[in-house]
C-alpha cells in the first residue's frame, strides 16, 4: 500500500474525508514556503500538493500565477523545489509535487522521478499531462515508486474517465468545475463527476478547484475521499503582512478546514 | 514515394505528432473540445457543402486568389534573382491570417457555438478574427497582450469598430505568449459555448494540422500562378515563422517538390546572440508550450524565456511543431533576420516596388535579399509577402526618423 492509500484509509476509518493543501515552492520564499507548508500539517492537513511555480500556468487563476511569478522572480529552480520537497516531507506528511509538464521534460522525466522519491515525494499531479503523452512518464513513475495523479473534468466523457483511471495511482484528482484555480465556487457538477468516477475505479477520489471554505470541505467530504484547498491558503500569504502572519493565518484556514472534514 | 511526399500524405500522426512534435498538452477539461473540433474539422473536409461555402467566402469576400507580382526592382536588390511576390496583403483585413479565420469560423457555427475568442499578437489575427465574427453573428473577445495593444493600437481601433471586446493582458511579458495563456484560461472555464480560434499552426492537436489545412491555399495557389507565369518551379519559397502559419501555408504547395527550397525567416530581434530575440528554431530548444512539443525558447528548468522582436506578429517563444519537424529532416531551412535587417527590407520593398509590408513579412524580404545574391540571377523565389504595413506606419515612422525628420531616409535604393 503507498503512503497515500494509508492516508485516505486512516481518515477513511475515521469517517472523514483526507484533506490535501496546495502551496507553491519558494513564495513568499523558499524558507517561507516550508514554514507555511509546516504549519499546514500541524493543523491537519493530511496531505501537501506542492506546486513547481511555471511561467505559463494555464489553469491557474489570478492568485496563483501572482504567487508562481513571484516565487521565479525570487529564483525558485527545480532543484529547490525538490529540496522543500524533502523539508516537508519530512515533517511527516506525504507530500505530492503538482507541475505542469514542460519543468518535468526539461529537467529530465525519468529523472525527476528518480530524485522526487530520493527527496521523499510520494507522487506527482500533473494537469496538463494527457494519457495519450504519458507513456514515459507511466514508466518512469512505476520505476522511481511514484504515485502519478491525473485529473477528471466535468466534461470528461466515460471513455475519459476510464482512459484517465486506468493510468492514474494514488488518488484521482476531480476537478469541481470547468475553469482555472481561485474561482471560491465548488460546481455543482463535482458530486455527479464523482458518482462517474467511482464505477471506473478503487481509487480514492479527491475533490479540487474552487473550495476555499470549511462549509465546502464538509459538503465535499460527505460524496468525496478527499479535499483540495489551494489558491484560498495562496490569498492567505499574498495577503499577509508579514511573513510571520501569513503562516500563522495558513494555519488558522488548515485547522478550519480540518474540522470541516470531520463534521457530519 | 519520397521522404516529402511522405511528410505531406502521413503527417501528423492520429494523436497529432509531427515526429516527436506535437500532441497534446493540455487540461483534461479541454479534451473533450478538441475532439469535438477534430470531428468536426475532419467531417467539413470532406463535406462538399463545407467546401463550397467557404471557397464562396475566399472568393467573394476574401478576394482570393491573391495575385503574385513579379517584383523586378526589388529582384535588382536580390542579387538580381527573380522575385515573385505572393499577395496575401491584399486580402481582405490585409494579411493571410483570414483564410483560417474563415475556415475556423464556419466549423464554430457548424458546432453550434456562439462565441469565438483568440490571441493576437500583430492584431491581424484579431482583426481577422472579429471580422468573421462580426459576419457571422458571433460574440467575439479578443486577447491581446497590453504591450502589443500600444504597439499595435490601430489594429486595437479596428477590432472595436468590428464589436469585438479586446482584453489586454498584463500578466508575464504583456505580449502574445500570455494573450494565448489568458485565451487558453477563458476557453477552459467556457467551453461548452466558446471556439478558442487560434490563429496560428502551434497549440494543442487539432490545432497544428488544421490550419495549416486552412492556410495551404496559399501555397496551392502559389505554385499554379509561378508554373503559368514563369513556365517552372521556384529555386525557393521563402516566410517569415513566428508560430508559422504563413509559412506553412505557403510551404504546403511546395513540400512535394523536392527541387523547391523552404526557408524559413525566425524574429533575431538584436540578434541571437544577444539573447533578445524571438528565433525559436534557431535559438530555442525542444520543449513544450500552449499545449504543444516544439522548439520553445526556454531556461535550463523549462521556464519559457521572454521573446523579443519589433515585430509582434513574430514576438512568440513557440513555434508550430511542423516547422520544427521540417527543419529536424532538414526539408525547411530556418534562420533568423535582426530587427535591423527587417526594417532595412521594409525600406527597400517600400521604395523599389510601392508596397508597405508588415513588419513580420519584412523578415521574409531580409532573408530573399540574402538568399537571391546566393541564388543568383537566373534563380526565380516566390515570397509570402503575409501582411501589408498599414498597422506598422507609425512604428517604422519612428524607426526611420519620417515624421520628426531626426532620421530622414537616405534616398531611394
Given at each position: 500500500m503507498s503512503k497515500l492509500h494509508e492516508v485516505f484509509a486512516a481518515a477513511k476509518a475515521e469517517n472523514r474525508a483526507a484533506l490535501i493543501g496546495y502551496l507553491p515552492a519558494g513564495f513568499p520564499s523558499v524558507d517561507g514556503a516550508i514554514d507555511a507548508l509546516r504549519a499546514m500539517v500541524e493543523n491537519g492537513v493530511d496531505m501537501v500538493e506542492l506546486g513547481l511555480p511555471y511561467?505559463?500556468?494555464?489553469?491557474?487563476?489570478?492568485t496563483i500565477q501572482a504567487a508562481s511569478e513571484r516565487a521565479l522572480e525570487a529564483g525558485i529552480t527545480t532543484k529547490l523545489v525538490l529540496a522543500t520537497v524533502e523539508a516537508v516531507a519530512a515533517s511527516g506528511a506525504p507530500t505530492l509535487v503538482m507541475t505542469y509538464w514542460s519543468p518535468i521534460e526539461r529537467y529530465g522525466v525519468e529523472r525527476f522521478a528518480t530524485d522526487l522519491a530520493a527527496a521523499g515525494g510520494v507522487g506527482v499531479i500533473t494537469p496538463d499531462l494527457t494519457p495519450e503523452e504519458a507513456g514515459p512518464w507511466i514508466d518512469a513513475t512505476d520505476a522511481a515508486g511514484l504515485d502519478r495523479v491525473f485529473l477528471v473534468a466535468p466534461s470528461s466523457t466515460e471513455e475519459r474517465i476510464a482512459v484517465v483511471t486506468g493510468i492514474t495511482t494514488g488518488f484521482v484528482y476531480a476537478a469541481s468545475l470547468m475553469g482555472v484555480t481561485g474561482v471560491q465556487s465548488v460546481s455543482a457538477a463535482a458530486p455527479a463527476l464523482v458518482a462517474r468516477t467511482r464505477p471506473h475505479t478503487s481509487l480514492p477520489v479527491a475533490v479540487g478547484l474552487g473550495v476555499t471554505t470549511a462549509a465546502q470541505a464538509a459538503d465535499i467530504a460527505q460524496y468525496a475521499d478527499g479535499v483540495i484547498v489551494g489558491s484560498a491558503f495562496v490569498r492567505l500569504l499574498l495577503d499577509a503582512a508579514t511573513p510571520a502572519e501569513g503562516v500563522a493565518a495558513v494555519g488558522r484556514l488548515a485547522a478550519d478546514l480540518a474540522a470541516g472534514v470531520r463534521r457530519h | 514515394m519520397t521522404t516529402t511526399e511522405s511528410v505531406r500524405t502521413t503527417?501528423?500522426?492520429?494523436?497529432?505528432?509531427f515526429g516527436r512534435y506535437g500532441g497534446r498538452f493540455v487540461p483534461e477539461a479541454l479534451i473533450v473540445a478538441l475532439d469535438e473540433l477534430d470531428a468536426a474539422f475532419r467531417a467539413a473536409q470532406v463535406d462538399p457543402a463545407f467546401q463550397a461555402e467557404l471557397t464562396h467566402l475566399l472568393t467573394t469576400y476574401t478576394g482570393r486568389p491573391s495575385p503574385l507580382t513579379d517584383c523586378v526592382r526589388f529582384g535588382a536588390q536580390a542579387g538580381g534573382a527573380r522575385v515573385l511576390l505572393k499577395?496575401?496583403?491584399?486580402n481582405h483585413t490585409g494579411s493571410h491570417k483570414i483564410n483560417n479565420v474563415l475556415g475556423q469560423a464556419l466549423l464554430t457555427v457548424r458546432m453550434g457555438k456562439k462565441r469565438v475568442i483568440a490571441e493576437t499578437g500583430a492584431g491581424q489575427h484579431g482583426v481577422a478574427t472579429a471580422t468573421a465574427a462580426a459576419l457571422m453573428g458571433l460574440e467575439c473577445v479578443v486577447y491581446m497582450g497590453e504591450e502589443d495593444t500600444r504597439r499595435q493600437a490601430l489594429n486595437v481601433a479596428r477590432m472595436k469598430l468590428l464589436g469585438a471586446e479586446v482584453v489586454p493582458v498584463t500578466a508575464g511579458s504583456r505580449t502574445l505568449k500570455d494573450a494565448m495563456n489568458e485565451a487558453m484560461r477563458d476557453w477552459v472555464t467556457n467551453v461548452d459555448s466558446t471556439?478558442?480560434?487560434?490563429?496560428?499552426?502551434?497549440?494543442?492537436?487539432?490545432f497544428p494540422e488544421m490550419v495549416r489545412e486552412f492556410q495551404k491555399i496559399i501555397g496551392v495557389e502559389a505554385r499554379a500562378q509561378v508554373l503559368e507565369l514563369v513556365g517552372r518551379l521556384p529555386d525557393a519559397v521563402t516566410a517569415c515563422v513566428g508560430g508559422g502559419s504563413n509559412a506553412i501555408g505557403i510551404f504546403s504547395g511546395f513540400?512535394?517538390?523536392?527541387s523547391v527550397g523552404l526557408y524559413g525567416y525566425e524574429a533575431g530581434g538584436d540578434g541571437v546572440e544577444s539573447g533578445r530575440h524571438a528565433a525559436t528554431i534557431t535559438g530555442g530548444s525542444v520543449g513544450v508550450l500552449h499545449g504543444t512539443r516544439s522548439y520553445v525558447l526556454q531556461d535550463d528548468d523549462g521556464q519559457t524565456v521572454e521573446s523579443h522582436s519589433i515585430s509582434a506578429g513574430l514576438d512568440y517563444p513557440g513555434v508550430g511543431p511542423e516547422h520544427a519537424f521540417l527543419a529536424d529532416i532538414g526539408r525547411a531551412h530556418y534562420s533568423a533576420i535582426t530587427d535591423t535587417e527587417a526594417m532595412d527590407a521594409f525600406r527597400v520593398l517600400c521604395l523599389t516596388e510601392g508596397i508597405i509590408p508588415a513588419i513580420e513579412t519584412a523578415h521574409a524580404l531580409a532573408g530573399t535579399l540574402r538568399l537571391g545574391r546566393e541564388l543568383g540571377p537566373d534563380s526565380v523565389i516566390v515570397v509570402?509577402?503575409?501582411?501589408?504595413?498599414d498597422k506598422d506606419v507609425e512604428t517604422a515612422s519612428r524607426w526611420f526618423g519620417v515624421l520628426d525628420g531626426e532620421r530622414a531616409p537616405e534616398g531611394r535604393a
Open positions: 511561467s505559463d500556468p494555464l489553469i491557474d487563476g489570478p | 503527417l501528423p500522426d492520429a494523436l497529432g505528432h499577395r496575401e496583403d491584399l471556439h478558442y480560434l487560434i490563429g496560428t499552426v502551434a497549440g494543442p492537436a487539432p513540400l512535394d517538390d523536392p509570402n509577402c503575409s501582411g501589408r504595413g
